[in-house]
Protein backbone atom coordinates (compact mmCIF):
# COMPACT_ATOMS: atom_id res chain seq x y z
CA UNK A 1 0.00 0.00 0.00
CA UNK A 2 2.97 1.99 0.70
CA UNK A 3 4.60 2.07 -2.86
CA UNK A 4 0.79 2.70 -4.16
CA UNK A 5 0.59 6.08 -1.88
CA UNK A 6 4.53 6.87 -2.84
CA UNK A 7 3.54 6.78 -6.93
CA UNK A 8 0.26 8.31 -6.34
CA UNK A 9 2.76 11.29 -4.61
CA UNK A 10 5.33 11.38 -7.32
CA UNK A 11 2.50 11.70 -9.87
CA UNK A 12 1.07 14.68 -8.42
CA UNK A 13 3.90 16.32 -8.17
CA UNK A 14 5.32 15.39 -11.54
CA UNK A 15 1.42 16.79 -12.56
CA UNK A 16 2.33 20.14 -10.75
CA UNK A 17 5.12 20.53 -12.63
CA UNK A 18 4.06 20.27 -15.41
CA UNK A 19 1.23 22.74 -14.80
CA UNK A 20 3.45 24.90 -13.95
CA UNK A 21 6.16 25.37 -16.54
CA UNK A 22 3.35 24.60 -19.33
CA UNK A 23 1.92 28.09 -18.50
CA UNK A 24 -1.43 26.67 -17.50
CA UNK A 25 -1.12 27.04 -13.55
CA UNK A 26 -2.01 30.86 -13.94
CA UNK A 27 -5.53 31.85 -13.39
CA UNK A 28 -6.13 29.25 -15.75
CA UNK A 29 -5.02 30.58 -18.93
CA UNK A 30 -3.23 29.11 -21.25
CA UNK A 31 0.56 29.54 -22.36
CA UNK A 32 -0.66 31.15 -25.69
CA UNK A 33 -3.10 33.42 -24.27
CA UNK A 34 -0.40 34.98 -21.43
CA UNK A 35 2.38 35.03 -24.62
CA UNK A 36 -0.42 37.13 -26.93
CA UNK A 37 -1.30 39.26 -24.49
CA UNK A 38 2.50 39.90 -23.54
CA UNK A 39 3.01 41.09 -27.07
CA UNK A 40 0.36 42.71 -27.24
CA UNK A 41 1.49 45.05 -23.96
CA UNK A 42 5.06 44.87 -25.94
CA UNK A 43 3.68 47.18 -28.98
CA UNK A 44 2.08 49.52 -26.00
CA UNK A 45 5.41 49.57 -24.55
CA UNK A 46 7.19 50.84 -27.80
CA UNK A 47 4.27 53.53 -29.18
CA UNK A 48 4.41 54.26 -25.13
CA UNK A 49 8.20 54.96 -25.45
CA UNK A 50 7.50 56.92 -28.66
CA UNK A 51 5.23 59.52 -26.86
CA UNK A 52 7.86 59.75 -23.84
CA UNK A 53 10.26 60.93 -26.39
CA UNK A 54 8.06 63.25 -28.05
CA UNK A 55 7.41 64.60 -24.76
CA UNK A 56 11.15 64.76 -24.05
CA UNK A 57 11.57 67.14 -27.28
CA UNK A 58 9.42 69.61 -25.64
CA UNK A 59 9.87 69.29 -21.93
CA UNK A 60 13.00 71.74 -21.71
CA UNK A 61 11.15 74.29 -24.23
CA UNK A 62 7.98 75.39 -21.94
CA UNK A 63 9.40 78.17 -19.85
CA UNK A 64 6.29 79.61 -18.18
CA UNK A 65 5.80 78.09 -14.23
CA UNK A 66 2.75 76.77 -13.99
CA UNK A 67 2.86 75.01 -17.47
CA UNK A 68 6.51 73.84 -17.38
CA UNK A 69 6.15 72.85 -13.23
CA UNK A 70 2.24 70.61 -14.61
CA UNK A 71 4.52 69.27 -17.35
CA UNK A 72 7.39 68.58 -15.34
CA UNK A 73 5.79 66.50 -13.10
CA UNK A 74 3.73 64.48 -15.35
CA UNK A 75 6.59 63.42 -17.61
CA UNK A 76 8.79 62.47 -14.39
CA UNK A 77 5.32 60.28 -13.00
CA UNK A 78 4.96 58.59 -16.48
CA UNK A 79 8.00 58.11 -16.75
CA UNK A 80 8.35 56.22 -13.37
CA UNK A 81 5.00 54.59 -14.29
CA UNK A 82 6.60 53.30 -17.67
CA UNK A 83 9.61 51.69 -16.28
CA UNK A 84 7.74 50.10 -13.61
CA UNK A 85 5.75 48.78 -15.74
CA UNK A 86 8.74 47.38 -18.06
CA UNK A 87 10.47 46.02 -14.70
CA UNK A 88 6.80 43.68 -14.36
CA UNK A 89 6.54 43.16 -18.11
CA UNK A 90 9.85 41.80 -18.41
CA UNK A 91 9.57 39.20 -16.13
CA UNK A 92 5.61 39.20 -15.69
CA UNK A 93 4.23 35.17 -15.34
CA UNK A 94 1.12 35.59 -14.51
CA UNK A 95 -2.13 37.29 -15.39
CA UNK A 96 -2.28 39.56 -12.56
CA UNK A 97 1.29 40.59 -13.46
CA UNK A 98 0.08 42.00 -16.90
CA UNK A 99 -2.91 43.30 -15.77
CA UNK A 100 -0.62 45.53 -13.30
CA UNK A 101 0.97 46.36 -16.54
CA UNK A 102 -1.59 47.36 -18.33
CA UNK A 103 -2.98 49.40 -15.44
CA UNK A 104 0.60 51.24 -15.31
CA UNK A 105 0.47 51.70 -19.18
CA UNK A 106 -3.22 53.18 -18.87
CA UNK A 107 -1.69 55.75 -16.12
CA UNK A 108 1.77 56.40 -17.92
CA UNK A 109 -0.88 56.94 -20.98
CA UNK A 110 -2.93 59.43 -18.51
CA UNK A 111 0.08 61.54 -17.68
CA UNK A 112 1.45 61.71 -21.38
CA UNK A 113 -1.85 62.82 -22.43
CA UNK A 114 -1.74 66.12 -20.01
CA UNK A 115 1.86 66.64 -21.54
CA UNK A 116 0.31 66.72 -24.87
CA UNK A 117 -2.30 68.95 -24.07
CA UNK A 118 0.07 71.31 -22.74
CA UNK A 119 1.84 71.28 -25.64
CA UNK A 120 -0.64 71.38 -27.88
CA UNK A 121 -1.73 74.45 -26.31
CA UNK A 122 1.47 76.28 -26.05
CA UNK A 123 2.46 75.44 -29.77
CA UNK A 124 -1.13 76.21 -31.32
CA UNK A 125 -2.02 73.04 -32.34
CA UNK A 126 -5.73 71.39 -32.91
CA UNK A 127 -8.01 71.73 -29.52
CA UNK A 128 -9.12 68.13 -28.52
CA UNK A 129 -13.00 67.88 -30.38
CA UNK A 130 -15.58 69.52 -28.95
CA UNK A 131 -18.33 67.44 -27.44
CA UNK A 132 -20.83 68.38 -30.15
CA UNK A 133 -22.36 66.23 -32.37
CA UNK A 134 -20.20 64.53 -34.85
CA UNK A 135 -20.13 63.89 -38.63
CA UNK A 136 -21.79 61.07 -39.66
CA UNK A 137 -19.88 59.34 -42.72
CA UNK A 138 -21.12 58.91 -45.93
CA UNK A 139 -21.09 55.34 -47.71
CA UNK A 140 -18.39 56.72 -49.89
CA UNK A 141 -16.45 58.10 -46.91
CA UNK A 142 -13.33 55.17 -46.98
CA UNK A 143 -11.03 54.08 -44.22
CA UNK A 144 -7.50 56.72 -44.07
CA UNK A 145 -6.08 53.33 -42.99
CA UNK A 146 -7.19 50.30 -45.07
CA UNK A 147 -10.11 51.50 -47.27
CA UNK A 148 -12.68 50.00 -45.73
CA UNK A 149 -16.25 51.64 -45.42
CA UNK A 150 -15.30 54.16 -42.84
CA UNK A 151 -17.30 54.77 -39.31
CA UNK A 152 -16.37 57.96 -37.92
CA UNK A 153 -13.71 60.58 -37.06
CA UNK A 154 -10.34 60.39 -35.32
CA UNK A 155 -7.85 62.65 -34.73
CA UNK A 156 -4.09 61.34 -35.42
CA UNK A 157 -0.96 62.89 -35.69
CA UNK A 158 0.89 62.65 -39.22
CA UNK A 159 4.25 63.68 -39.94
CA UNK A 160 4.06 66.07 -36.66
CA UNK A 161 1.10 67.35 -37.45
CA UNK A 162 -2.73 66.37 -36.25
CA UNK A 163 -5.53 65.90 -38.58
CA UNK A 164 -9.09 64.67 -39.00
CA UNK A 165 -9.33 61.07 -40.41
CA UNK A 166 -12.37 58.85 -41.37
CA UNK A 167 -11.49 55.41 -40.08
CA UNK A 168 -13.10 51.79 -39.47
CA UNK A 169 -13.72 50.23 -36.25
CA UNK A 170 -10.93 48.37 -36.39
CA UNK A 171 -8.23 50.87 -37.15
CA UNK A 172 -10.31 53.14 -34.66
CA UNK A 173 -9.71 50.40 -31.64
CA UNK A 174 -6.09 50.03 -32.45
CA UNK A 175 -5.51 53.76 -32.58
CA UNK A 176 -7.51 53.76 -28.97
CA UNK A 177 -4.88 51.77 -28.45
CA UNK A 178 -2.27 53.72 -29.15
CA UNK A 179 -0.93 52.23 -32.26
CA UNK A 180 -0.76 53.17 -35.06
CA UNK A 181 -2.46 51.48 -37.71
CA UNK A 182 -0.61 49.44 -40.90
CA UNK A 183 -1.60 51.65 -44.06
CA UNK A 184 -2.85 49.45 -46.44
CA UNK A 185 -3.44 49.94 -50.56
Not at 68 to 89: G, H, P, Q
Not at 110 to 134: H, K
Request: hydrophobic fraction near 35%.
Amino acid sequence: MSKILLFALVFVVLFLLYRRFSGQAYQGLPATELKALTDRLNQRRHTLLEEIEHVDGYADLIADPPDATLMRERRESAIRKYEEAVNILDRAKTSRDLDRVSMLFDETRADLTICREVIDRLTGAEAPPSTEETEQPTPEDRCHYCGSQAHEQATVTTDGARQKVWVCSNCLNEIRDGRTPTMRA
